[in-house]
């Protein structure tokens, strides 16, 4: 890369050859002022802010059309330069509404930047009134308020040459020039992929995201990919989405990897908050994010990810770790890779946790579980199974340095006055760990459910392939704010089970310890208060069901007691401060144990939390993270897709075509972070030249 060498304003710099002018003086630090160009597109020339003048040619040029030369002697600050400037700003401003004030890019806008750089005054901008300029219709994905559009073509530009979309184009219609989607036609109707480049690169409020779209609550830079933003882990979802595209699923597998244990079980059960958050969600269904997934994991065939697992050497130091779940065992993994030696004590005849004892095995197969726990304990974990912990006093005069607790959260809980022993009631997450055991379960001809989540319907669709006649569901929302995914609710009702949406248990009636029948009403609406649970119902709605067993479904907790010897809060659940350590030194706390039950994700990254907690708790730099696939530079060039707007989810891939056509539906969301940050005049990059030595 041949460097020469030029001065701007009586500065030395370098510049690359066959850099141009413009682009030059940034990277040196010398503002000169721009609207039109931008350093992902081809200089375009058409807003003559970027003018200079250049000893030995004539007149004033256009510095982003301007190849730097060796020798060449640059002046940005003349007379004439400031008043061409001034000069073409004033007409660009002529035809822009003064209501700076309204635009939600206010105080974030490079034209108001430039007009302060140039000292040109508000009073410039016009009431406007143009007619063509509103044809551009705002839709789910981008707000147009083209009135403040400049005409600097960048949004055109980008659509075009960047991305190769060309969904956008500068349009005539009644002696106006504007820019619009081609033929005025609506986002949808044209090959738009949706991707934010054009929102990303508008100098002005013109075009801009949709609010709501992406969070608030995040840095930009995460909340511009809301499915990685989402994910408990913050795995880089749009990355792998496109290697499974191109059929690389070790690589794809790779990028899973690096934050998640389990991927394999994770592409059964995961409850995919990604798919929620996903963008496309705006426009028609999410991305089967979860299905991909699996597809990418059940095709890996070279597992190239082992080859760049970061290992240290071992330091002398023991961890116990207490739970074999994925919380668990995650920490336990990613601590032995930091040179620990972990010991893992597990209850339970298999580890695994709520995979391998509260999934139904249709659901999620033992062998997969056994298999991703195998893999694991190569890093050199010690797992004591059918080893239960009852004190941490236990695991003293063992040498441990540091000990975790993270044994979940495998104990039923009910409402308070249904906290009774009836002899056919029994909590969900003992009934799915005693199916899942294989145990007989007598359960007679109608089973009712309590509860309206993944877990109740788990119970549901175990029982009636037990042979139950009735089963049903019971639960105090509505079907469309059920907790469960629709896959399984959709799966119960083609089963044959009934689903009892808003109604809530009154009573029951029962006869020597065994209820008989439950009387159910109406509710209108619940909320969660001071006191609990209250309810608005509707009065003489009540109706009562025979009924052989009641599993409740309505929550679980943690079985700590005092007697285990750490702090305890909500009775049952471990005390940690930010750093997750409980109020004895060196012991720490993760996973449904310390926030109640929420997803198998969430244990994961829990996990991962605890293994950096400890890590620098014992000395250690605290850093987990490694890159098991070398990113290459994205394409930004992303094409055209025919009738990429309609293309439907597929839930279920049957073979690599349904892979492909679910993969395509991608927004590829995280391209839009690599499209270049425009720097403003005040920024610190334009505090000091970067000048060089003659």
Request: net charge positive; hydrophobic share 35%.
């Given at each position: 890369m041949k460097k020469i060498r030029l001065k701007i304003n009586g500065y030395n710099i370098e510049a690359i050859e066959g850099q141009n002018l413009l682009q030059a003086a940034l990277d040196a630090g010398i503002y000169i002022p721009h609207l039109c160009y931008h350093p992902d597109l081809k200089p375009h020339g058409g807003c003559n802010l970027c003018s200079v003048e250049i000893k030995g040619i004539s007149g004033i040029v256009q510095s982003c059309e301007t190849i730097v030369e060796e020798g060449m002697i640059v002046n940005t600050k003349s007379e004439d330069v400031n008043k061409l400037r001034i000069l073409s700003l004033e007409l660009m401003l002529a035809s822009h509404p003064k209501d700076c004030t309204s635009c939600d890019k206010y105080l974030n806008c490079e034209l108001q930047a430039l007009m302060q750089y140039m000292g040109v005054s508000h009073s410039r901008l016009r009431d406007i009134e143009k007619e063509n300029t509103r044809i551009a219709v705002s839709d789910s994905f981008i707000k147009k308020e083209m009135q403040r559009c400049i005409q600097c073509m960048r949004c055109v530009r980008a659509c075009e040459e960047y991305r190769g979309v060309k969904a956008l184009a500068v349009n005539k219609k009644n002696g106006e020039t504007y820019i619009n989607t081609v033929d005025d036609k609506l986002m949808i109707d044209t090959n738009c992929r949706f991707c934010g480049a054009c929102v990303e690169i508008c100098p002005t409020g013109a075009i801009q995201d949709v609010k709501g779209i992406f969070s608030t609550d995040s840095p930009k830079n995460m909340a511009l990919v809301p499915c990685k933003n989402d994910c408990p882990a913050h795995t880089d979802i749009p990355e792998y989405i496109r290697l499974t595209k191109e059929e690389k699923y070790g690589d794809a597998v790779a990028v899973i990897r690096e934050k998640l244990t389990f991927p394999h079980s994770l592409g059964y059960v995961c409850n995919h908050v990604c798919e929620s958050a996903c963008k496309r969600t705006?426009?028609?269904?999410?991305?089967?994010?979860?299905?991909?997934?699996?597809?990418?994991?059940?095709?890996?065939?070279?597992?190239?990810?082992?080859?760049?697992?970061?290992?240290?050497?071992p330091n002398g130091k023991k961890v116990a770790v207490v739970g074999g779940g994925p919380s668990g065992m995650t920490a336990a993994y990613y601590l032995a890779k930091k040179g620990y030696e972990v010991d893992v004590y597990e209850r339970q005849s298999s580890a695994g946790g709520m995979l391998s004892y509260g999934?139904?095995?249709?659901?999620?197969?033992?062998?997969?579980?056994?298999n991703e726990i195998r893999i694991l304990k190569e890093e050199g974990i010690n797992l004591y199974l059918n080893s239960n912990i009852n004190s941490i006093d236990e695991l003293n005069d063992k040498g441990y340095s540091a000990r975790l607790i993270a044994i979940g959260a495998c104990n039923g809980k009910r409402p308070p006055i249904y906290n009774k022993q009836w002899l056919n009631a029994i909590d969900a997450v003992d009934f799915c760990r005693e199916a899942n055991e294989g145990r007989k379960i007598k359960l007679g001809n109608t089973v009712t459910v309590y509860g309206g989540g993944n877990v109740a319907f788990d119970c549901a669709r175990t029982a009636k392939m037990m042979g139950v006649k009735t089963v049903r569901v019971v639960c105090l929302e509505s079907r469309e704010s059920m907790l469960a995914d629709k896959e399984e609710i959709t799966a119960a009702i083609d089963e044959g089970i009934e689903i009892l949406n808003s109604k809530s248990l009154v009573s029951i009636e029962e006869n020597q310890k065994k209820i008989i029948s439950l009387t159910l009403i109406d509710v209108k609406g619940f909320s969660f208060g001071d006191k609990g649970l209250e309810l608005e119902v509707v009065e003489g709605s009540e109706k009562t069901f025979s009924n052989d067993t009641l599993i409740f479904a309505t929550g679980q907790q943690p079985e700590l007691t005092s007697n285990f010897g750490i702090g305890l809060v909500k009775g049952s659940f471990a005390k940690v401060n930010e750093k997750m350590q409980t109020n004895i030194e060196g012991t720490f706390a993760c996973g449904d144990v310390i926030y109640g039950t929420k997803s198998v994700v969430q244990a994961?990254?829990?996990?991962?939390?605890?293994?950096?907690?400890?890590?620098?708790?014992l000395g250690g730099d605290g850093d987990i993270t490694e890159v098991l696939y070398e990113r290459q530079k994205k394409n930004p060039n992303i094409g055209v897709i025919e009738g990429f707007a309609e293309k439907k989810r597929v839930s279920v891939f049957n073979n690599r075509c349904d892979s492909l056509h679910e993969t395509e539906r991608c927004l590829q969301c995280d391209l839009r972070l690599d499209i270049q940050k425009t720097k403003y005049w005040v920024d610190a990059h334009y505090k000091k030249v970067k000048e060089v030595k003659e």
């Open positions: 705006h426009l028609n269904e999410p991305i089967s994010i979860r299905e991909i997934k699996r597809f990418a994991v059940e095709n890996d065939k070279k597992q190239s990810w082992r080859l760049r697992v970061k290992r240290n050497n999934i139904p095995k249709y659901r999620l197969p033992q062998n997969i579980v056994d994961i990254a829990s996990g991962r939390e605890a293994a950096v907690n400890i890590d620098a708790y």
